[in-house]
């Protein structure tokens, strides 16, 4: 294992971050997994996943069983961990900027169908070492071209450059008050359903674009891009499989939920050629993929408190009432339900509600009508 400290931009005179990156295997080797933890600053649980797959993983080390390469960045976003109001940690924006820290990544997918024009030829494995060169070139001269100024600016564009090349891009999130889902390109469906079934995921959301460029869209968007361009000539894998994990809710930091997700992840490596060893049976799979797009975000009509009526997790029927929105000034109690019939895979953390706000996600089979474009709360 090699360990790295990356500083970031300095934001201001006396002040400094950094980011620790750990680094299994050798590249060149096998596949590249590329894992990080809590981009959202106050999301912890994968913070604590990560700890003890890395356990797992000098352990696998010591024993000559790394086969691939496997990068961790244990936390992500050291702007946002010190970011506090009113004694309450907030990091999913950056404060100076307003800036959801999981959004604005880099895009090359268009100078990449530039960069590969003429050179992709009809060997596929061929094809995706030339695409993967290509993007750690653009990467390095997009760096050149944005020039950082900004610590934020920087931790995206650090975090892009470390994961650009990898097979596998695992980005470790949760939920407010959720059970085990992920995120992922429709591109990538149905090749992550191992991943999905190995990790327990009750909820697997595909889209192409859920708008704002997300961390894991980076990694699988040129793929989609350059398949797109030249895929009916020649012979392109989709070969980065990035994804959103959500470890539950930001209150589920227990050991007895991070010990086996760990595992399952290490299982994951194993069964696609990144650590030796018998990963075991697959689990039977707790979903099928459903589209972001048949998602109803159900929305409080007016302000006070909400009171559930059901937990996160259980499976609900279209108008089946949910929980009820209570204001105790008018006396007004009103019911709200769901469009569709699903899983409601998210749920609100706080109880004080406006009118308006977000109350609970709802995943449907079926795409929604109205729910296109920015299908991801990006604000
Ligand atoms: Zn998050």
């Known amino acids: 294992m090699q360990e790295e400290r990356i500083a970031l931009v300095r934001p201001q005179m006396g002040t400094s971050r950094a980011l620790t990156v750990r680094r ?3 590249p060149g080797n096998g596949p590249k997994a590329y894992f990080q933890a809590a981009l959202h600053a106050d999301e912890l649980p994968g913070v604590l996943t990560l700890h003890h797959l890395e356990t797992l993983l000098k352990e696998a080390d010591a024993k000559g069983e790394i086969t691939g390469e496997i990068v961790v960045v244990p936390f992500a976003n050291p702007i946002g961990f010190t970011q506090y109001v009113d004694m309450k940690p907030l990091g999913r924006f950056e404060l100076r900027s307003g800036q959801n820290f999981n959004r604005y990544y880099p895009d090359l997918s268009a100078a990449l169908i530039a960069a590969v024009d003429g050179k992709l030829g009809q060997d596929a494995d061929e094809n995706v070492k030339l695409i993967r060169a290509e993007l750690r070139r653009l990467i390095v001269q997009h760096r050149k071209d944005i020039s950082p100024l900004t610590d934020l600016q920087d931790l995206r564009l650090t975090l892009a450059e470390l ?6 891009v695992l980005d470790l999130h949760c939920d ?3 059970p085990m889902h992920l995120y992922i390109s429709d591109h990538n469906w149905p090749d992550a359903a191992d991943l999905s079934a190995q990790i327990g995921s009750e909820c697997s959301l595909i889209a192409e674009i859920s708008g704002d460029n997300p961390f894991d869209e980076a990694f699988s968007r040129p793929w989609v891009e350059l398949r797109r361009t030249y895929g009916d000539k020649f012979p392109i894998p989709m070969a980065t499989l990035a994804t959103t994990i959500e470890l539950r809710g930001d209150r589920d930091v227990y ?3 991070a010990i086996p997700d760990a595992l399952n992840m290490f299982k994951f490596l194993q069964r696609r050629g990144m650590i030796a060893g018998d990963p075991g049976p697959l689990p039977e799979a707790k979903c099928d993929a459903t589209p972001l797009s048949g998602v109803d975000r159900v929305s409080a009509l007016h302000g006070g408190m909400v009171v559930f009526g059901v937990e996160a997790g259980a499976m609900v029927k279209a108008g089946q009432e949910l929980g009820y929105v209570l204001d105790c000034e008018t006396g ?3 019911p709200f339900s769901s469009r569709t019939d699903g899983v409601l895979y998210s749920r609100l953390g706080t109880r004080l509600v406006v009118p308006g706000g977000y109350l609970c996600s709802v995943a449907g089979a079926e795409p929604l009508p109205g729910r296109e474009g920015q299908l991801l709360l990006s604000k």
């Open 24 to 26: 299994y295997g050798k």
């Open 163 to 168: 994961a650009i090349d990898a097979d596998y």
């Open 176 to 178: 407010w008050e959720a």
């Open 255 to 257: 050991d007895t939920f």
């Open 332 to 334: 007004e109690k009103t």
